[in-house]
């Protein structure tokens, strides 16, 4: 952006952070989101249904990837923005790959199309909203109307499209926060979702946990097939998976900027300490705490470099029952950041995340083929991390499950 839009930007953005309280991170308007997105969810699935189960293999993450993709951005958007502009999800998760270069500003040469690319997203983000614009007779929906209409969406998308005009932001600078609300919304929960997804049906796995976390969604479908979301998300093994998914596969570097001086002890009793002064950067990489032996590797489950479903989950000696807990972790597991940025997107994702893990699972059953590297060549190994510069966000699958998907036939 040009420095007298960063200006504008910066100088509104506790507007973000007030629209973000008001529609993204209140309860009411976290169900309406994903109420939204699971009924385009189902749409795509349904429509996806007859098709796929004729195939005799699909890559797993990347088929869940782009289908999450649709719903998310229908979810937030409106329905014009992916007929207008197809091509968005593979833009999209070819510029996430770039993101961070951006900010290491690597030479250009060294960035293949990257810039083009984001350009181009730019270009079609920018005269989608000019289009949109008009549809809607010069101004879009009131937030405080419906929840949701097809042309902007979601009332958060109404609100900042309306916000953009307040803080004299240009129809550019729009189209580039508007990448940037979409990396946010599928950046981080996709691969996460893929994550829970490839573990769960890993032939290694024990095949209790899914026969666990199948009781478990059971249990949240209503008699009508939709979702009690409100008791999915409370599910101890369910809340547990996505603990540790987040656990082992988020790598974020929380960045502050220091508006006063900080002295810091650099061990429990404060023998040590270190001053960090105002105007520093601090960055907080996430895969410390996330991977640290000492908390994680407490006797009898597995070492903090494992997938372990479980990990969260404590059984009551008398009872049998389950519950979820995170105890003994304080300080160690910041997967959104915090204090006043803390993500305020992180209730939606749980809900988007189970929410789809759930449909795909109640819907289909896939019989694994085998893995596949970042390449797409055969692999003996469960697929690892992609190739991307630490702090990057959820890590992105370097490879893939091959499977073959039929329909569920009990549901
Ligand atoms: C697993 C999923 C997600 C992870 C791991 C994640 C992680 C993060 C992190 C680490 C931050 C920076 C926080 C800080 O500086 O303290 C952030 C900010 C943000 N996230 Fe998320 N996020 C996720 C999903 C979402 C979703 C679904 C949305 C929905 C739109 C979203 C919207 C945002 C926004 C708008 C910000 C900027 C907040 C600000 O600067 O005030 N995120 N996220």
Redesign the pocket.
């Known amino acids: 952006m040009p420095d007298e839009q960063i200006h504008n930007a910066e100088a509104g953005k506790h507007h973000?952070?007030e629209m973000?309280s008001k529609y993204?991170t209140s309860h009411e308007r976290v169900n309406e989101l994903t109420s939204e997105f699971t009924k385009v969810l189902e749409e795509v699935l349904d429509k996806d249904a007859a098709e796929i189960v004729q195939l005799s293999e699909i890559g797993l993450y990347q088929w869940l990837r782009d289908r999450m993709f649709t719903a998310s951005t229908r979810a937030?958007m409106g329905d014009e923005l992916l007929k207008d502009y197809p091509a968005f999800c593979v833009d999209f998760f070819n510029f996430d790959s770039d993101f961070l270069s951006f900010f290491f500003q690597l030479p250009k040469a060294m960035m293949g199309d990257a810039f083009p690319r984001r350009d181009r997203i730019f270009d079609n983000l920018e005269r989608w909203s000019k289009r949109m614009h008009e549809l809607s007779g010069g101004t879009p929906v009131d937030p405080e109307g419906p929840a949701w209409e097809p042309i902007f969406g979601s009332r958060l998308n109404r609100a900042r499209q309306l916000d953009y005009k307040q803080r004299k932001l240009t129809t550019r600078t729009g189209a580039a926060l508007d990448l940037g609300?979409t990396f946010?919304?599928s950046s981080?929960?996709i691969p996460?979702t893929g994550w829970m997804l490839m573990h769960l049906l890993d032939p290694r796995a024990d095949p209790a946990v899914l026969a666990q976390v199948m009781k478990e969604l059971r249990e949240a479908e209503t008699s009508d097939g939709s979702l009690d979301i409100a008791l999915l998300v409370s599910q101890p093994l369910l809340q547990s998976l996505w603990t540790e998914t987040?656990r082992l596969y988020?790598d974020?570097l929380?960045?502050r900027n220091l508006s006063e001086d900080l002295l810091l002890p650099l061990d429990e009793d404060g023998k040590r300490m270190v001053t960090l002064h105002k105007g520093d950067n601090v960055f907080a990489p996430s895969w410390l705490g996330h991977h640290d032996a000492k908390a994680w590797s407490s006797p009898g489950k597995p070492a903090d470099s494992e997938f372990y479903a479980e990990r969260f989950v404590a059984k009551d000696s008398k009872t049998g029952k389950l519950s979820f807990s995170m105890s003994g972790t304080a300080g160690k597991f910041f997967?959104?950041?915090?204090?006043k940025?803390?993500?305020?997107?992180?209730l939606?994702?749980k809900q988007?995340?189970l929410g789809a893990l759930a449909m795909v699972l109640l819907r289909f059953e896939f019989d694994v083929i085998g893995f596949v590297d970042a390449k797409k060549r055969d692999s003996e190994e469960f697929p690892g991390y992609a190739r991307a510069f630490a702090g990057s966000?959820?890590v992105v699958p370097g490879g893939d499950l091959k499977v073959k998907v039929s329909r569920r036939q009990m549901r």
Do not use: D, K, Q, Y
């Open positions: 973000e952070i973000n993204l937030l609300i946010g919304l981080n929960v996460a987040l988020t974020v929380v960045t997967p959104f950041g915090g204090g940025t803390i993500c305020p997107g992180r939606f994702a988007e995340g966000g959820a």
